[in-house]
């Protein structure tokens, strides 16, 4: 079955230094990543993407993630936290088990980042 | 891309009560999805609609709920009679392809 692990609740950081919310994944085959990222009361809105090509992949908002198949993971990465980056970060893994291509959501990371 | 819009952004409801989310306005995608997520819980996936029917759903997605497209625009999410579980956001998503999907902002649905 596909799977997606978030392995840390929260990650807290201060404003001005690297970030990186972990993600790691369970696919038969190539995977599809995404990342979204959620703000209070807010909808799910994309960041960026890994389906074929360059490991690094840059997003929105100067967040970029790479990908790594050895250790089937897709970790999201920041140089330089701001304070408007906390949010609740959700990785995703589209699943190609069935042909409808849903998502399947890790089950968040909630980003502080410190003044 | 334009972003997908849902209403109401908040409704409460009675237990037992019948229930109607609405995503609006549709592009031309062909695939449209409900999610949703129980507070502080991940987001699950309810249903997947393609073709004006539905192509996949999940275990939640009993026979209390059912989507439409009762005018070819708007998507609909019923839940027939509801309970306190049910209390969640609810989003809808639209697809085109293989690529990312895109969400609306959401409906919080609070059962008293």
């Known amino acids: 079955a596909q799977s997606v692990a978030q392995p840390e609740d929260q990650v807290n950081v201060a404003e001005g230094n690297p970030l990186t919310v972990k993600c790691t994944y369970s696919?038969?085959?190539?995977?599809?990543l995404f990342w979204y990222v959620q703000y209070p009361n807010r909808g799910l809105q994309f960041l960026l993407k890994y389906i074929t090509g360059d490991n690094l992949v840059k997003g929105s908002y100067g967040f970029e993630a790479e990908f790594n198949k050895s250790q089937t993971s897709f970790h999201l990465k920041k140089p330089s936290a701001l304070v408007s980056d906390s949010a609740l970060y959700f990785c995703?893994?589209?699943?190609?088990?069935?042909?409808?291509?849903?998502?399947?959501f890790g089950q968040g990371t909630t980003l502080q980042v410190k003044p | 891309e334009p972003e997908v819009t849902q209403t109401p952004s908040h409704q409460v409801t009675q237990m037992g009560q019948e229930v109607i989310l609405r995503c609006v306005p549709i592009?031309?995608?062909?695939?449209f999805y409900w999610y949703r997520q129980i507070l502080g819980q991940k987001v699950e996936f309810l249903v997947s609609?393609?073709?004006?029917?539905?192509?996949?759903k999940s275990e939640i997605f009993d026979d209390q709920f059912s989507v439409e497209r009762p005018d070819g625009s708007n998507f609909t999410l019923k839940i027939r009679s509801t309970k306190l579980e049910d209390s969640a956001m609810y989003f809808c998503?639209?697809?085109?392809?293989?690529?990312?999907?895109?969400f609306g902002q959401g409906t919080r649905l609070t059962v008293v």
């Open positions: 998503a639209r697809q085109r392809g293989q690529g990312e999907a895109f």
């Open positions: 696919v038969s085959g190539n995977p599809y």
């Open positions: 995703a893994v589209r699943d190609f088990s069935s042909n409808t291509g849903k998502l399947i």
């Open positions: 592009s031309n995608h062909l695939y």
């Open positions: 609609f393609y073709n004006n029917e539905i192509s996949e």
